[in-house]
């Protein structure tokens, strides 16, 4: 679904002030949005919504891309718009404004950071695109500094305002609400061959009865989640430490390479150990200040699902299950997923044939922070936060049975997909005739018998 509007040129600090806003709309939008989707039984597998200055439609695109299984079509479009309809009518809560204004102060200090390491064509191509568009071109540096002066004085009305203004050509198709001027196109794509009366039928009068329809749809003021500030309180890591002394131990090898002390700085890795035994390599990137990177690594993989006797594909769905949950000790899911975004933490994890991998990206300055200047009250770094993150998945995640039913029906969707592209099916075909069909690298063959 799209809307086009005229393109805001941001060129003072009052322009500046109300792209923030919406850009803070935007993103409170997405995470709910994000968090509908990892529901129980969610009604879509992939949904966004986003507003994007386009210099070659001369207009703002505001778009809203979605995909759903199709006998379920109904039920995405009435979830989706009712969820935009909510920001338009109600806006966001005081605890958004300060998480997402938070992040974007983060970011602008962090490219402000590496500045003189932008490439000259990533350059090249943001001050074409900010000229097309009439908006002032500015140095990492003096967005940062304009950021930090926008954000301090920015309330809640104005991102509401903005709210309003970027949901209106969904909000007005109430019956109660008023028309706005403009254009709004609907494109969808539905299977082949589905007949009138399937649930996965869909023709121009069902889709714009069921948008109508959708926005009809009473709702309710999204509610305050609390989020915790650091998910392991001081006391329990005080307590933690008296009882296992964190110690280095240097690193050992059955390779050939020598062993490394414990006090030893070697290039380009350093390599370590810790008291509990795992290993650690750590290396130092000049190309990306203020950010981290972090890859744990157990042996494994799907080549263990045979000899830990383990039904094939269990590996490979259990990786996918983590990635869909994220309940740990007494927080709920939604409340880790919103501590990883206010601390601006990227989880991914994946089951190879060798191993499974867990890889945070994360910032390694103070993130989650409340207030500006003087008044601010800062939160952890991202390094200590991702470590909180490592602890809780290692020692007290929890296991949830809807992220199970969400990993096996991301399989079931991709090995769907699969069956209709010509370069992928062809890659499995002669991947099996490569491998006489051996179990760990014929993908969805044996991944997707344990999706059903």
């Not at 305002?161 to 609907?186: M, R, W, Y």
């Not at 983590?322 to 206010?342: I, K, Y």
């Not at 096996?408 to 062809?426: P, V």
Request: one cysteine or more; a negative charge; proline letters at 4%.
């Amino acid at each position: 679904m799209f809307a086009k509007r005229p393109v805001e040129a941001i060129i003072d600090l009052k322009t500046f002030r109300r792209s923030l806003a919406r850009r803070i709309a935007l993103a409170a939008l997405q995470i709910r949005l994000n968090v509908g989707g990892r529901s129980d039984d969610p009604a879509f597998t992939f949904v966004e919504f986003n507003q994007l200055d386009s210099a070659r439609e001369g207009c703002a695109v505001c778009s809203l891309d979605m995909t759903a299984e199709p006998v379920r079509w109904k039920d995405a479009i009435c979830k989706s718009l009712s969820e935009i309809r909510k920001l338009g009518l109600y806006g966001v809560t005081q605890g958004e404004l300060e998480r997402y204004a938070s992040s974007l102060m983060t970011d602008a200090e962090q490219l402000a950071a590496q500045g003189d390491r932008i490439s000259h064509g990533d350059q090249l191509a943001y001050l074409m695109e900010t000229v097309a568009n009439g908006h002032t071109f500015m140095s990492p540096m003096q967005s940062y500094q304009v950021t930090a002066q926008a954000l301090s004085t920015l309330t809640v009305e104005e991102v509401n305002q903005a709210a309003a203004e970027l949901c209106s050509h969904i909000t007005s198709f109430n019956k109660n609400c008023e028309s706005v001027d403009g254009p709004v196109i609907v494109v969808a794509c539905t299977p082949k061959g589905a007949e009138p009366g399937d649930a996965a039928f869909c023709d121009e009068d069902d889709l714009v009865q069921t948008i109508y329809d959708a926005c009809q749809v009473e709702v309710d003021p999204e509610p305050e989640i609390i989020v915790p500030r650091t998910l392991v309180p001081e006391e329990r890591l005080v307590a933690a430490m008296e009882e296992t002394k964190p110690e280095w131990k240097g690193g050992s090898f059955t390779d050939g390479t020598p062993d490394t002390a414990a006090n030893s700085m070697t290039r380009p890795f350093t390599l370590r150990r810790l008291s509990n035994g795992i290993r650690v390599g750590v290396a130092q990137n000049q190309a990306e200040s203020q950010r981290g990177h972090l890859r744990i690594v157990a042996p494994g993989g799907r080549d263990a699902e045979k000899r830990l006797g383990f039904k094939k594909g269990a590996m490979a769905v259990g990786a996918r299950t983590m990635q869909e949950g994220g309940a740990f000790g007494p927080w709920t899911r939604e409340q880790v997923e919103l501590f990883c975004v206010d601390h601006l933490l990227m989880v991914e994890i994946n089951c190879s044939e060798e191993s499974l991998t867990i890889d945070f990206v994360f910032p390694t300055t103070n993130v989650g922070n409340v207030g500006f200047g003087e008044n601010i009250d800062l939160g952890i770094t991202g390094t200590e936060s991702v470590m909180q993150i490592v602890r809780e998945i290692l020692i007290g995640f929890r296991w949830e049975e809807d992220a199970l039913g969400r990993s096996k029906q991301s399989f079931r969707s991709a090995h769907e997909s699969l069956l209709k592209n010509l370069e992928g099916l062809s890659t499995e075909r002669v991947m099996e005739e490569m491998t006489q069909s051996d179990d760990r690298y014929v993908f969805f063959n044996t991944i997707i018998s344990a999706c059903y």
